[in-house]
């Protein structure tokens, strides 16, 4: 097995071999006639070296022998094969160690040996090939001209009962449009069974979890376990041969792997189903026993408020003001950066009003671009102030999610433990150092502004009323333009409507809320019908970058918040092996505990999270995977992980510390440790931040004059630094 692209195994040196192994020698009509005619030309073809005399590359050399064993009677059946092979490796591994035969160290088997680096080239070609399975690329009903000699030719038709595709003769009309219908049907279907394949995999892992913690399985989960292993394991097998041998990426190679991925998920789906179904059967059981039949339908009644109830969130909102009071001097250093010159140019240009309007890269920020410009005007240009106004809309985040976990019913050490780190996480300092980014806080705050709204009962149980489902339609679209992941705030008011007449199985109960779920919905889908035809960002072109999409997504939606909150600094296989391992069964837990209007609100965080990875995958995929553990993306990931994470806490220390006044001390311990944590971590982050969008910066809008053409803003490669200080002047931004 000697490397593919160096090494040639010539007529000498099979003559040497014939010459040493009697046994061998009797595939040398074989190696020498047609069949190694034709190795040796696919070796010219792969190697760009000329065949020569019958010279074959030794990576496909190992195939030729294989075929030239075949063809000579030898491999009629696995004894006999073997019994050959056995006598050759004796003859040829003798000679070799008498030193008849040049040769390397003694091995065994067919498998080239390993080079440098193929390990890491069989790990990326084998992610490669799973992208090309998962998404079905490639696929196509249109038959390929059939080929072959005049008997196999004749032999296919007689199996099949059909006629030969042959491209240069007209197909007929009717059996093409029968073709393209499929074609088109299919090319459709794909997609949708990529992300199924996605769902899939996570429906897997949550009941994976719960079957090992509950010391049960089903058969199911079995069959879905083996169509996953023997998907992966074949597709190794392929990727080894890819790199070590020749090439192999073709429809054929994989035609094992496709039911496989199909049978995966529909196993997943089946084992999902059997687990749930009792679960409903109960809920419907006990809809059927009490007096009201209505009361099924019914969310939870909120829990009242008592006096500390309605003050944490008031003190949380406040205390997610500390970073920025503690910190204003290195705040205070930063000033407009990149993007935030690209505002003012589009100010500059086009005026106040008709800029608002503009979309900005793939999104239209129609509320955010009019309290950004606002901002600008009232504070004349004052960078510290609209720092000032983005704190403040933090705080009200901070607000909104403590008050909604706390009336969902959460118990108070879980809104302690979600509320101190969403406040406090120095993971947040480019999102609250930044004011670009004020466009996903305020984004944020109406769909919390949303989901609050729905705690009250009238909200989920009234089938329409413009009072009651109105303002959801004005959060809805006013989350959407704020900015572009906004369009998932109306799927998430729609899902939590729909969901207790859903887990209830009232089925008529949810067709009669059908104006409300279109009320929450329709805003979105407006706005994204309007992004899909901005003529900038990756949505425009997702074509054969379904594996790229995917990654990003996945590592957003595994490794956050975790990754950001612990300081990791680098990918580890360690570190997503346990980060996202630790995600599913906080998450899955969550899930299990959860009852009523809890799991209704975990199960709309979840949705957000799990929309969120989509769309930044198609948003950012050409950034690679790392960039989605950027700090930028870590706000949205920490509302909807830390309830579920603040949930298990809670339930953890009341299955395990029986005295309620001993967890009581321990919770405020935990919860003023992770405050101190948090407080402990923005000096290290602001740091070398403020270094860089601030002294630097400023700097650079200081220097003289550069008339250099190649002196651009920083993170803005079309505008000239001198640009920027011109509207530094006309704006007076400091």
């Not at 190697?47 to 009629?76: C, Q, Y």
């Not at 006096?307 to 705040?331: E, I, M, N, S, Y």
């Amino acid at each position: 097995g000697p490397e593919l692209p160096r090494i040639l195994v010539t007529r000498e040196a099979r003559e040497a071999m014939y010459a040493v192994s009697p046994t061998f020698a009797q595939v040398r009509p074989q190696l020498e006639g047609d069949l190694g005619r034709t190795w040796a030309g696919i070796s010219a073809d792969a190697t760009g070296k000329p065949a020569g005399d019958l010279e074959i590359a030794g990576g496909w050399f190992m195939w030729a022998l294989r075929d030239a064993v075949g063809l000579s009677g030898h491999a009629n059946n696995a004894a006999a094969a073997h019994a050959f092979y056995r006598a050759m490796a004796d003859e040829l591994n003798a000679a070799c160690d008498s030193g008849r035969l040049p040769a390397g160290p003694r091995r065994s088997g067919f498998l080239p040996p390993w080079r440098d680096g193929q390990k890491l080239a069989v790990a990326g070609t084998a992610a490669s090939f799973a992208d090309f399975v998962i998404s079905f690329r490639r696929f196509s009903a249109r038959p390929p001209a059939s080929f072959g000699d005049d008997e196999s030719l004749a032999l296919f038709r007689r199996m099949t009962g059909g006629r030969l595709f042959d491209s240069e003769q007209p197909v007929p009309v009717l059996a093409d449009a029968r073709v393209a219908v499929l074609h088109t049907v299919g090319k459709t279907l794909r997609h949708g069974l990529f992300w199924l394949f996605l769902a899939a995999q996570l429906v897997a892992g949550i009941r994976v979890f719960q079957a090992l913690s509950r010391r049960t399985w089903s058969f199911p989960l079995t069959l879905a376990a083996a169509a996953w292993g023997g998907g992966l394991t074949y597709v190794v097998i392929q990727a080894v041969i890819d790199v070590t041998s020749f090439p192999v990426l073709a429809i054929s190679s994989f035609a094992s792997a496709y039911p496989l991925v199909l049978l995966f998920i529909g196993a997943v789906a089946w084992d999902a189903v059997l687990a749930w179904r009792p679960s409903a059967l109960r809920v419907a059981e006990a809809a059927r026993t009490t007096a009201a039949p209505a009361a099924a339908t019914e969310p939870a009644p909120v829990v009242e408020d008592a006096p500390w109830r309605r003050r944490l969130p008031w003190l949380f909102g406040v205390l997610a003001l500390t970073p920025f009071l503690l910190w204003h001097r290195q705040f205070a250093e930063l000033i407009f950066f990149g993007d935030e010159f690209s505002l003012v140019e589009g100010i500059a240009k086009l005026g106040y009003g008709r800029w608002i309007f503009e979309h900005f890269t793939e999104s239209y920020m129609i509320p955010f671009k009019a309290g950004w410009g606002a901002t600008l005007f009232l504070s004349g240009g004052s960078y510290l102030a609209m720092l000032g106004v983005l704190w403040l809309t933090h705080a009200l985040n901070v607000f909104l999610l403590s008050r909604l976990l706390l009336r969902a019913g959460f118990p108070w050490l879980a809104a302690l433990v979600a509320q101190v780190l969403f406040a406090l996480a120095p993971g947040n300092y480019e999102t609250l150092g930044w004011t670009i980014q004020w466009s996903a806080v305020l984004a944020t705050t109406f769909l919390l502004l949303g989901l609050l709204w729905l705690e009250n009962r009238t909200a989920v149980t009234a089938a329409w009323s413009w009072r009651v489902h109105g303002p959801l339609a004005v959060c809805a679209l006013v989350s959407a333009t704020c900015f572009a992941r906004g369009v998932l705030t109306g799927g998430i008011f729609a899902l939590v409507v729909a969901l207790p007449f859903a887990l209830a199985r009232d089925w008529r109960g949810l067709l009669r809320r059908g104006p409300a779920l279109l009320a929450c919905v329709l805003p979105a889908l407006a706005v994204m019908v309007a992004i899909l035809n901005v003529p900038q960002g990756n949505q425009r072109q997702l074509g054969g970058h379904a594996f790229e999409i995917a990654q990003m997504g996945l590592t957003f939606l595994l490794l956050n918040p975790a990754h950001l909150l612990l300081g990791l600094q680098e990918i580890t296989p360690g570190s997503v092996v346990l980060l996202a391992g630790a995600k599913i069964a906080i998450v899955a837990y969550g899930l299990t505990v959860a009852r009523g209007r809890l799991r209704v609100v975990l199960l709309a965080l979840l949705a957000f999270d799990l929309g969120n990875a989509v769309l930044l995958g198609i948003g950012r995929y050409h950034t690679g995977p790392a960039a989605a553990l950027g700090p930028r993306y870590l706000y949205g990931s920490l509302i909807a992980t830390l309830p579920f994470a603040g949930l298990a806490v809670a339930r953890l220390f009341e299955r395990w510390v029986a005295s309620w006044r001993v967890r009581r001390v321990a919770g405020i311990a935990i919860v003023a440790g992770l405050a101190g944590y948090c407080l402990h971590g923005w000096p290290q982050v602001l740091e070398p931040f403020v270094r860089w969008r601030g002294t630097e910066q400023r700097a650079l809008l200081a220097a003289p004059q550069n008339n250099d053409d190649n002196a651009l803003v920083p993170a803005l490669d079309y505008m000239h630094i001198e640009r920027a200080k011109a509207l530094q002047r006309a704006y007076n931004l400091h």
